[in-house]
């Protein structure tokens, strides 16, 4: 009985749609094609601001005189109070990195957590309900936007939380390190390359659950870290798969971005006027943005759908793998009690 459950489990894990990323990749090409005029225009305009908050971040921060200097110094500062080692190219990087991704978060999260949070909702809205309505009605956008913006202040405590855990390891290996003796720059270069990837594991992990956390909370109506507990039970198993999905979702965007860069910040700062060509340009590399932040939620949208699927389909194989060992058990007594009455018989 136990191999017939398994060649049955075996002839059903081809249908779950997480078997494959590209199946999901082009389910949601499909949803986003056959929704294309409110995608890329009600939805699209909606996030509009925000893309650009985005890409205007990516100028504005670097030339900024006050705020970003300001975060870099205190993030040395701590650093270094910590005990990482000054020496470290890896922490000076980091120092910067995180000064600036800290400097522009402060400046787009009016527009993240407004009209962010108002596209991702009216996308939720669509794809929740089997027969839609275009565009869905204040009251159901307003029902979607207040969990959504309960997980979106949870999830950045969640990532303040990945980056402090993180830190804190690094912290108690290069101590250890230091205490131990081995404090060469040989050993340092290795733990720095190790923290790196460490880094980038937890980050990403974190990433991931968020993303699917404010999914969860416009699908189910719930905020909040429950949200964030349903996408580390739903996400078991499957991290694989989310991290395939973001990856080409991420490229895209680090590309318009760096094509904003190239023809509009970079002929900005040669020429030193902006012209009514390159603010129009501007715009339409906002809403090539904004678009690919539409798309981006759609394939979250089907990744959260294909997690449902696969967990109902694991449910049932559970329920029928006990049921089918109930009966095992039931046969084998029987037979237990017929083999004694032939046995009495005799």
């Known amino acids: ?16 749609p997480m078997a494959k990323t590209t199946k999901i990749i082009r389910r949601s090409i499909y949803i986003f094609l056959q929704n294309y005029q409110h995608f890329t225009t009600t939805v699209a305009v909606l996030a509009i601001p925000f893309a650009a908050s985005i890409l205007l971040s990516q100028a504005l921060v670097p030339s900024s005189s006050s705020l970003l200097p300001l975060i870099h110094n205190r993030l040395k500062t701590l650093f270094q109070a910590a005990g990482f080692p000054p020496s470290s190219e890896f922490f000076s990087i980091l120092s910067l990195k995180l000064s600036q991704t ?12 407004t009209f962010l949070l108002l596209a991702k909702a ?8 089997h027969k839609p309505t275009f565009p869905p009605s204040f009251s159901s956008l307003f029902s979607a936007f207040s969990p959504l913006f309960h997980t979106y202040i949870c999830n950045s405590f969640l990532i303040l939380s990945a980056n402090a855990t993180v830190f804190s390891l690094l912290l108690i290996a290069f101590n250890f390190l230091e205490g131990s003796g081995f404090s060469s720059p040989n050993c340092i270069l290795f733990l720095s390359a ?24 416009g699908m ?11 996408a580390c039970v739903l996400i078991r198993g499957r ?15 680090a590309g318009i971005e760096a094509l904003f860069q190239y023809r509009i910040v970079r002929a900005y700062r040669l020429g030193g006027v902006a012209s009514h060509s390159m603010a129009f340009e501007g715009m339409f590399i906002a809403y090539l943005y904004s678009i690919s932040v539409v798309l981006d ?4 949208c089907m990744f959260y759908k294909s997690c449902k699927i696969g967990s109902w389909i694991e449910q049932e194989d559970r329920i029928s793998y006990y049921s089918n060992q109930t009966d095992t058990a039931g ?6 009690v017929n083999l004694k009455n032939c046995e009495e018989n005799v």
């Open 1 to 16: 009985m136990p191999n017939s459950f398994s060649s049955q489990r075996t002839q059903e894990t081809p249908r779950i």
């Open 239 to 253: 991290t694989s798969v989310a991290l395939s999905l973001a990856l080409p979702a991420n490229l895209v965007l």
């Open 194 to 217: 190790a923290g790196a990837v460490l880094y980038s594991i937890v980050l990403a992990n974190a990433l991931i659950i968020s993303n699917l956390a404010l999914i969860i909370s």
């Open 220 to 230: 189910e109506s719930c905020g909040g870290y429950l949200a964030m507990l349903k």
């Open 122 to 129: 009216s996308i939720i809205q669509v794809l929740r309900q």
């Open 102 to 113: 800290i400097s522009s978060s402060i400046f787009t999260l009016p527009f993240s957590l």
């Open 297 to 300: 939620t759609v394939i979250s």
């Open 331 to 336: 046969d084998d007594k029987e037979g237990y």
